[in-house]
């Protein structure tokens, strides 16, 4: 079993930064992809953006130049720098991690439970 624990969510005035984090523990061999999703009310949760083992980035359209992505592989953990946040980016943000579980295998994809973003003045 994986287990996936995001922190770092709260409320933030527009223009504001936050940093989630998102450690991974349980039987992992190793993990192949990391990133996060967000969720909005009313919405369909959504690719914010994604990092590689080897530290190939993606990012949506809407955080370019805005969200950074970035991993300690020897922890297994995930980290989200958002900065210049707008009230467009509230949502509750979704760690996802494809785990290696078993060497040469592949992945099995985990979720956090998840924490709220909030962007208001």
Same mark, same amino acid.
Request: glycine share 12%; with cysteine; aromatic share 8%.
């Given at each position: 079993?994986?287990?996936?624990?995001?922190?770092?969510?709260?409320?933030?005035? /527009? &223009?504001?930064?936050?940093? !989630?984090?998102?450690?991974?523990?349980?039987?992992?061999?190793?993990? @192949? %992809?990391?990133?996060?999703?967000?969720?909005? /009310? &009313?919405?369909?949760?959504? !690719?914010?953006?994604?990092?590689?083992?080897?530290?190939?980035?993606? @990012? %949506?359209?809407?955080?370019?130049?805005?969200?950074?992505?970035?991993?300690?592989?020897?922890?297994?953990?995930?980290?989200?720098?958002?900065?210049?946040?707008? %009230?467009?980016?509230?949502a509750v943000y979704y760690c996802n991690a494809d785990v290696e579980v078993v060497p040469g295998q592949e992945g099995v994809d985990y979720w956090g439970l998840g924490t709220q973003v909030t962007v208001?003045?």
């Open positions: 079993q994986v287990h996936l624990v995001e922190s770092g969510g709260g409320l933030v005035q /527009p &223009g504001g930064s936050l940093r !989630l984090s998102c450690a991974a523990s349980g039987s992992i061999f190793s993990i @192949y %992809a990391m990133g996060w999703y967000r969720q909005a /009310p &009313g919405k369909q949760r959504e !690719l914010v953006t994604t990092i590689t083992r080897g530290g190939r980035t993606y @990012y %949506a359209d809407s955080v370019k130049g805005r969200f950074t992505i970035s991993r300690d592989n020897a922890k297994n953990t995930v980290y989200l720098q958002m900065n210049s946040l707008k %009230a467009e980016d509230t208001s003045s």
